[in-house]
């Protein structure tokens, strides 16, 4: 799709569906903001870089004011930041249930009310992945599930609280060529992997690819409507 003139921001592009969008989005000719907490990973991509953390606030505010200074105005924030850990919901901390909200609702909340006045005043749109699993929740990701949960609440709440501000809700299915499972205990996710079988979360319809995931992501900052949700997922998956 032709992105000529498009004046993106994507958080989360170190790796992953972040990535892919990056990369596409700068392929169709859209101008680029690159950021993500790991500025090595940022190096090869046709995109300004910007390394900054999105559970530090002020890194938000950073991230949004490099962005502009760079572009000029911003057209579109992609938002892919995820954080998933693997642990049965018995055995997670405060501290565990404070990590994730960070990275998945919190951060989301500060970059884009960060940036709404730019997006507003250029007619723009955020663009936000969110997940099957928050209503279709798998076991022992309770607390990434949870968190999907309260960042659809939170893309509500920007509606409101930000009149005339297009926030598309990206549903995303079973996804290979991501980090989502960085870090998990092989043993945890091997039952957890049969658990899953068992109860019929995984689908039937096999993995998605993050190009794949990219391509719509590519396709809603291109679209002359404004499309509040998209639902990305394999054809043989129940649509949330």
């Known amino acids: 799709m032709n992105l000529d003139g498009l004046r993106l921001l994507v958080v989360g592009a170190s790796a992953g569906i972040g990535r892919a969008v990056a990369t596409q989005a700068a392929a169709g000719g ?8 790991r500025g090595d990973r940022l190096a090869e991509l046709d995109a300004h870089q910007v390394v900054g953390d999105v559970t530090v606030d002020a890194d938000c505010d950073r991230i949004v004011a490099e962005a502009v200074a760079h ?27 404070q990590s994730v909200f960070a990275t998945n609702v919190i951060g989301a909340a500060q970059v884009i009310t960060a940036a709404a006045p730019q997006l507003l ?7 936000v992945l969110s997940s099957k ?22 893309l509500r709440c920007l509606r409101k609280e930000f009149p005339g501000l297009r926030v598309t809700r990206v549903v995303v299915g079973n996804t290979s060529g991501t980090e989502f499972a960085e870090g998990w205990d092989p043993e945890q996710l ?9 109860i019929g979360v995984l689908g039937t319809g096999g993995l998605m690819h993050v ?6 992501v590519i396709f809603a900052l291109g679209s002359a409507a404004y499309l509040p949700e998209l639902a990305v997922i394999d054809h043989h998956t129940d649509t949330p």
Request: proline share 5%; hydrophobic share 50%; aromatic share 6%.
């Open 133 to 154: 699993a928050a209503t279709d929740p798998f076991p022992h990701l309770s607390l990434y599930s949870t968190s999907k949960v309260a960042l659809d609440g939170l």
């Open 190 to 198: 091997a039952a957890s992997i049969t658990h899953w079988a068992e």
């Open 71 to 97: 572009l000029g105005a911003l057209d579109a924030v992609v938002y892919t930041v995820g954080a998933s850990p693997l642990m049965p919901l018995a055995d997670a901390t405060s501290a565990d249930w």
């Open 121 to 127: 005043a250029t007619d723009g749109r955020a663009v």
């Open 30 to 37: 859209a101008s680029v903001v690159a950021a993500a907490r």
């Open 211 to 216: 190009d794949q995931v990219a391509e719509s």
